[in-house]
């Protein structure tokens, strides 16, 4: 666990952009709650996406991916998520479902990754299937802020893609951990009966 505090884990460009999202947070808020400048707060969120979109090119393709960013990342990722949905859901009560449902998962998620970290000392990345629920979810909040007077049916359709998609997104990671701790302790029985039998 003390090589996530290294300088080389924590002092890198894609680590950079991951705090400059968090420091976005503030500003989409002040933007959508005080000044009302919609257009303004989208611009600001989907500088944020970009930036994620560019973190993760940078940190492949120069090596420069690490246990902190990988723990850093998704936390910038899921308080911008959050902050959003729940600036939205102040005008659009239907979407006070989502913020239900995303903070389950975000718990459930949050206690996976912490058995993964002590038991295996491993930090896993971001998958596919999470990747996929982001852009769901940015995408369905750039059109609850762009058109505020959305037809009910639609608001409420939007809403349900948004919510199976969080279920679905879980339900891959719960698989995916699963698996992973299988996997892991038959790594560790198959260990423990060469070292006997040796």
Known sequence: MNRLLKKDQIFTLPN???IIRLLLIPVIVYLYFFEKQYVAAVAII???GLTDIVDGIIARSFNMVSDFGKILDPIADKLTQITVIFCIATRIPAVWLLVG?????EIVML???MVAIKKLDSVN???WYGKANTVILYA????FIIFPK???VISSAIVIVCAV?????LGLYIRFYHRLFINSAAENSKQTADSLNN
């Open 46 to 48: 989907l500088i944020s």
């Open 150 to 152: 959305m037809d009910n």
């Open 140 to 143: 369905a909040m750039v059109l």
């Open 101 to 105: 449902m995303f903070i389950i998962k």
């Open 111 to 113: 206690v996976m990754g």
């Open 125 to 127: 990345s971001a998958k």
């Open 16 to 18: 950079l952009l991951s």
């Open 165 to 169: 998609s969080l279920v679905l997104s």
